[in-house]
């Protein structure tokens, strides 16, 4: 059962520039959680979405940022015309329905950078 | 709204030595609590969790927590460390009932040294 995938696992974006980062849960999985991972500063929750519905997008920047889970294909974040500050670590996880919905699975993550 | 704390920012150690990272959180409400580790360049693992039933849980890497309900902690304890421990620790905290978005703690760099 392969884990959490996500890619890139790099990505460099010039200012103004839109990045898209692709998150595909684990088989069985239809809660996905969007984080963002900044040095010093611990794990941001971003967003929680099932298939097809935003449940929480409570730690979404109101701009520039949004995020889908299609009923076919992965999740995708998207970020509109970055800036350096849009430079971190962004952090897929998924969990399984039922009670171990509280337990998440984490991907790799994509290290984005913006110059 | 919970909270986790982790007092430690960075706990060094020597190989071999025991370790103790702190997590205490803020609700006396039922909880289920989680230890996460992220090593270098790698994404969060579940570590291990207290959901129900004994306060003691293990991880089959030789980690144990305990949960006290009165103290409102989850501390993550070693008996042992060794080089490969070498890692980022978070704890977190959800509500049974609740969103199953965990609230994390800031984590604790555990830096092992031969």
């Known amino acids: 059962n392969a884990g959490v995938m996500q890619n890139p696992r790099h990505l460099v974006r010039r200012r103004g520039q839109e990045a898209r980062l692709r998150c595909s849960p684990m088989k069985g999985h239809s809660h996905v959680y969007w984080y963002r991972q900044l040095p010093e500063e611990g794990l941001k929750f971003m967003v929680y979405l099932q298939k097809e519905n935003i449940i929480d997008e409570s730690g979404m920047p109101k701009e520039r940022f949004s995020a889908e889970f299609p009923k076919e294909g992965p999740s995708i974040l998207r970020i509109q015309q970055v800036v350096r500050g849009d430079s971190a670590a962004y952090f897929c996880a998924s969990s399984p329905p039922g009670l171990s919905s509280y337990e998440q699975y984490f991907g790799p993550g994509t290290r984005l950078t913006v110059t | ?114």
């Open chain 2, 1 to 114: 709204a919970q909270s986790v704390t982790q007092l430690d920012s960075q706990v060094p150690v020597f190989e071999e030595a025991p370790v103790e990272l702190r997590c205490n959180y803020s609700s006396s409400v039922s909880v289920y609590l989680f230890w996460y580790v992220q090593y270098p360049n790698q994404g969060l693992q579940l570590l291990l969790k207290y959901l129900s039933g004994s306060t003691l849980v293990e991880s089959i890497n030789g980690f144990e927590a305990e949960f006290n309900k009165s103290q409102t902690s989850f501390h993550l304890r070693k008996p042992s460390v060794h080089i490969s421990d070498t890692a980022e620790y978070f704890c977190a905290v959800s509500e049974p009932g609740g969103s199953y978005i965990p609230t994390f703690g800031r984590g604790t760099s555990l830096i092992v040294h031969p």
